[in-house]
């Protein structure tokens, strides 16, 4: 477990399916906020075109701001910005930092995905990213990850850096304890979440008492 007494307890980061039916995507989601704390929501919409993006968006983005929820689109500043996002979340390949700080402006957040590698956080980290994201640290649903993670890249991270770490990649409620206690400032989650046999208030109520759990665990170490 990371050594700062003043960090803060980890917060759930949900991520949308890439494909999905809005309305009723906009019932899941609400349900997602009656089961507790959520600090963001990305949209991920994958082989879609710009004006459906724009359109889930302007839908979406209300629920998140009603419960105090920062709201991202995945990969693209411009539509970001045109639908008056949150900030965007960059993937290695998706796009660069600079132009997305040019077309956003200071007051939005930008979070780059960095796969295992310290050196890529800090890299983004000089660029002026937000947060970094590493993953994936166990085997997905949503897709398949170029890189596996280990633990140790968070301990470090978290003890070195006070730019905010993601832990992604095939979370659940079930194993997500070790990525508490080795430092994670969020747990991005989507299939977790929207495929939870309960549903997804569920889903959110058992991470969050995941969460609560591993983090008043002082004494453990990560597994």
Not at 134 to 139: K, R, T
Not at 143 to 168: G, N, R
């Amino acid at each position: 477990m990371t050594d700062n007494p003043m960090r803060e307890r980890p917060r759930l980061y949900l991520i949308t399916p890439a494909h999905f039916t809005l309305e009723t995507f906009k019932d899941a989601l609400k349900a997602a906020f009656e089961g507790g704390d959520i600090a963001c929501v990305q949209l991920r919409m994958k082989e879609t075109g710009d004006d459906q993006v724009l359109a889930a968006a302007k839908a979406l983005m209300p629920i998140a701001h009603a419960h105090d929820a920062a709201f991202l689109i995945n990969d693209r500043a411009d539509l970001a910005a045109q639908a008056g996002a949150d900030g965007v979340h960059l993937g290695q390949e998706d796009g660069d930092l600079a132009e997305a700080r040019k077309i956003l402006g200071h007051d939005k957040d930008i979070g780059v995905t960095c796969h295992n590698s310290r050196h890529l956080a800090f890299e983004a980290g000089e660029a002026g990213a937000d947060y970094v994201a590493f993953g994936a640290f166990f085997p997905s649903q949503t897709k398949i990850a170029k890189t596996t993670a280990d633990l140790e890249t968070i301990q470090i991270w978290a003890d070195i850096s006070e730019i905010p770490c993601v832990a992604i990649g095939g979370i659940t409620a079930e194993n997500c304890a070790p990525l508490v206690k080795a430092g994670a400032d969020f747990l991005a989650v989507s299939d977790a979440i929207w495929s939870h046999e309960n549903g997804p208030k569920a889903a959110v109520s058992a991470f969050n008492a995941a969460i609560d759990a591993a983090f008043s665990s002082k004494d453990a170490s990560p597994a």
